[in-house]
């Protein structure tokens, strides 16, 4: 299972690769815009606070299959290891193909379908991103065509992985791993909710009452 972080907030990659079990960080046009920073800082940036490694995704902006192309092929060759993220429409589908051809890794984003995802994969992704809580936002199901989705891929293209993305709450991720995902990423909101769970600190805190009551310090010794 693969876990990774969707933000380029460089400061909280940081803070949350020294605890969380991250293979890298997904960023999109739009959590880059929200940084105010260029995408060739905040690449080598992001790979910085993974302490060097790790795996990063970077969407193209263009239109068209041979803009897209173009654009990835200076991604992959500025960024080396990135995977590339292409949206899901016809022309992306035909880019994607053109891309697996020249061993360019991508990711097909922007699914709103099991069948989409599912073509993505067949024209050549290794990853499909669901748009889990934006789905439901309009009214579909996303945990149903995250479940379709998975099936399909193991049925029929098993060399690809669902990466399952748009989250609100921890319980969407987890339905999603249930449900046989091998990857999802996280916004540093909800990865925070998986660790700072107010039961868990009134649990220490108790432990640490009681060992203080007991012996008057918190040595073990």
């Not at 993974?50 to 060759?77: H, I, P, R, S």
């Not at 993505?120 to 065509?145: F, W």
């Not at 009134?202 to 640490?208: H, I, L, S």
């Amino acid at each position: 299972m693969e876990l990774y972080l969707d933000t380029a907030d460089i400061s909280a990659v940081k803070r949350l690769a020294r605890v969380l079990p991250l293979q890298g960080v997904t960023t999109n046009p739009s959590i880059v815009a929200a940084s105010h920073t260029s995408l060739w800082e905040v690449l080598p940036a992001l790979r910085d606070a993974l302490g060097g490694e790790g795996k990063l995704f970077a969407q193209v902006l263009a239109a068209t299959a041979d803009q897209m192309v173009a654009e990835a092929v200076m991604l992959n060759q500025r960024v080396p290891g990135l995977v590339v993220k292409v949206p899901v429409t016809a022309e992306g589908l035909a880019a994607i193909k053109t891309l697996h051809s020249m061993g360019i890794p991508t990711l097909g984003t922007a699914v709103y379908g099991a069948a989409q995802g599912l073509l993505s994969a067949l024209a050549g992704a290794e990853y499909v991103a669901p748009y889990v809580n934006r789905l439901d936002a309009q009214g579909g199901n996303g945990m149903v065509t995250v479940q379709e989705l998975q099936q399909l891929l193991t049925l029929h293209a098993p060399q690809a992985k669902v990466l399952a993305a748009s989250f609100k709450t921890p319980r969407q991720a987890l339905e999603c791993l249930l449900a046989g995902c091998e990857a999802i990423t996280l916004p540093v909101d909800v990865a925070e909710q998986f660790i700072c769970t107010p039961a868990v600190q009134a649990a220490v805190d108790k432990f640490e009452c009681d060992w203080r009551a007991a012996f008057g310090g918190l040595t073990l010794g």
